[in-house]
């Protein structure tokens, strides 16, 4: 299982975050939020600033791009928790 | 009967200063899932500042011949909850305003395609994440786990 990050952060800024925390996976930049709206998981004005951000949300794919397994959380301190998904990704044919 | 020196009533202060430790470790301990998605340390901090603040405003409206802090203890009780207020306002109201995403993808849909640059500035397809080799395994991963979020800024 292949994880992906995406939010409306810089590349640089993300490879930042990477480099301090040692994530060693893919970090996507969608800073005009076109793929997370697209997602329809844009919250808008909710950045620190009040930039349009993404709303925490994760979704598991098979291998032809079908959601197997989403989680789209209502309190966004609440976010899926890694055994939660590595046991979503167990089911995966 | 002598004047005696009315004692300070501590408790109201150390009760005040629990409530604000409450308030104030919550960035600290959110960084925690186990102390974030409840945030209980925070609530059990509030519970201790409140009890001593009682035991300290009983102490200066049941024996105010020995014990100070009427106003003192009126004003930091008051503060406290409104600190407590504060607090319960931002975990059970404010981080639950999220848009509805009732467009977004279901599970059985197939995850729209998208291109976006990675931290080395280089696009990258939804399709070529679910079809190229994984570098651990070198064959094609079973699934993708998308994880949107809410940015590092």
Known sequence: MRPVAISVDAPEVSRDLCRKAGYTYTFLSDPKAEVIRRYDLLHAGAGMNGQDIARPAEFLLDASGVVRWANLTEDYRVRARPEQMIEAAKALP | MAITERRWNWHLWAGFLLCLAGFASFPLLARFPVTRDVPWVNFLLFGAGLALLLVGLRRAFGQPAQYRGKIAGSILGTLSLLVLGAFCFIVFYQTRQLPASSGAPRIGQTAPEF??????????SLSALLSSPLSQ??????GVLLVFYRGYW
């Open chain 2, 137 to 142: 395994t070198r064959t094609s991963p079973k």
């Open chain 2, 115 to 124: 291109v976006l640059p990675d931290t080395d500035n280089h696009p990258v």
